[in-house]
């Protein structure tokens, strides 16, 4: 007589399923609801992701608070209060989780939050401050216009506009927004081309094409000069690609996933190219690199130009690391950087690289990196939205607390964003920094 054996966790890799949002079962509401319920109850068994965000917390409330104490005892109308505080960074699935795939019971709680926002999304909508702060070209190409940007980055900086932006819109007055730049990326960067002849090291053909992002290009421009000068001393030929949207991340954080589509067709041919072309892909934020690496090729598993482009995008330090193994990185550092704090972001973590940036930077002699790899809360809009801007703060606070207790000569995380949150926390930066823009001034170029 055979008999099943149940695992109690797995020590295996995992391994991503496809998001299968094509099919019918996908929006059906009451099969949503039968699969939430049945990953809740393992969740609250097992109760291991407590301390990553807010979603275990509120969701284990859920259930402390209900009659019954136990997963059937929560109204079905308050799981939508789970979903709300997950902010899809997949720090569950890759480090926490031991019930993920290939282990029976298949537990994928960040694309299960996926599914659920995306039939909210699709039988109810969102705001007008949503639709607003998560159409980042738009909103990027209208406040960057001459003149403008000054406007708009002076009201940011009002306090009382700030509290009435908080009212009207739900936008918190304490949070840091973006400054908005005339001069973008693509302005900066217009002669600073190079003739520079590739050479091929490893996985990498020595010629990258940087997807400038809406963040790179209207909010942090001078980062792609940064990358711009380190991958030209490198002796890697460096380019823009030549036109580009948003990679859909703020949208499917929405589960707004037929914008996440639209947004696909617009930059995956483009990107495609240029990879026949013979480029590598890199971009300055995580999440767009995540995006291409991880979220479209589950979204979109038999689009063979998506797969393309998934095999030709490198995190940029990664990138870097790689040309340093075949002995192709300029380790001739001119300066040194002293000790240096380092948030590392959730949505490079788990692109499961390592930690590439540190790897680099202690490289330069008399440089001391101390990783911190916890979350900063931020999320692109949680940290920014009324609602949640609290719980990002709360989230943040291990983090700026040893930020401040090691007071290092300076602050750097991958993300631009995530670093101007923790830095707004802190009471000893004063300036976060980019990696790339340390190992810049470490070649003093």
């Known amino acids: 007589m055979s008999e099943t054996i149940t695992r109690e966790g797995s020590l295996e890799a995992p391994t991503r399923h496809p998001v299968e949002w094509l099919t019918d079962s996908f929006w059906n509401k009451d099969e949503l609801n039968r699969e939430l319920e049945r990953v809740f109850d393992i969740c609250h068994g097992c109760r291991r992701c407590v301390s990553l965000c807010n979603a275990f917390p509120t969701l284990f409330d859920l259930v402390d608070e209900s009659e019954t104490m136990e997963v059937d005892g929560v109204d079905k109308a308050d799981y939508m209060k789970v979903v709300d505080q997950c902010y899809l960074c997949d720090m569950c699935y890759m480090s926490k989780c031991p019930y993920v795939p290939p282990h029976e019971w298949n537990v994928d709680f960040p694309h299960l939050m996926l599914r659920a926002k995306a039939v909210h999304f699709k039988k109810e909508g969102t705001s007008f401050r949503n639709k607003m702060l998560s159409d980042t070209n738009k909103v990027g190409k209208m406040a960057s216009i001459p003149l403008v940007d000054v406007t708009v980055n002076a009201l940011n900086s009002n306090k009382t506009f700030r509290k009435v932006l908080e009212k009207t819109a739900g936008v918190h007055h304490q949070a840091p927004v973006p400054k908005y730049h005339s001069k973008t990326l693509r302005k900066r960067v217009k002669n600073m081309q190079d003739d ?20 790179g290009n209207y909010n942090s421009p001078e980062l792609g000069e940064d990358f711009y000068r380190v991958f ?38 483009v990107l495609a190219k240029l ?57 001739n550092f001119v300066k040194e950087l002293g000790d240096v704090s380092y948030q590392v972001a959730c949505h490079l973590r788990v692109q499961n690289i390592g930690i590439k940036a540190r790897d680099i930077l202690n490289l330069v002699p008399g440089t001391t990196i101390t990783a911190e790899e916890r979350c900063s809360g931020h999320d692109g809009t949680y940290a920014v939205k009324v609602e949640s801007h609290d719980h990002a703060v709360k989230i943040a606070r291990p983090v700026v607390r040893k930020v401040d207790a090691q007071d290092r000569d300076h602050f750097i995380s991958d993300c631009p964003m995530a670093a101007s949150h923790i830095a707004n926390l802190s009471e000893k930066v004063s300036k976060p920094e980019h990696p790339i823009t340390l190992l810049r001034l470490a070649y003093d170029i």
């Open 196 to 215: 520079i002849q590739p050479k091929a090291v490893g996985r990498t053909t020595g010629k990258v094409a940087l997807y400038a992002t809406c963040y």
């Open 232 to 269: 030209q001393h490198n002796n890697i030929h460096i380019e823009l690609v030549p036109k580009e949207q948003c990679c859909g991340m703020p949208k499917l954080e929405l589960g707004d996933l037929e914008s996440v589509a639209r947004a696909k067709e617009a930059n995956i041919p």
């Open 275 to 331: 990879v026949d072309e013979g480029y590598d892909l890199i971009a300055p934020v995580p999440s767009c690199v995540l995006m291409y690496k991880q979220e479209l090729p589950l979204l979109f598993p038999d689009d063979e130009d998506v797969l393309k482009v998934k095999k030709a995008f490198f995190d940029p330090f990664e990138y870097l690391h790689l040309r340093h193994k075949g002995g192709e990185l300029d380790t």
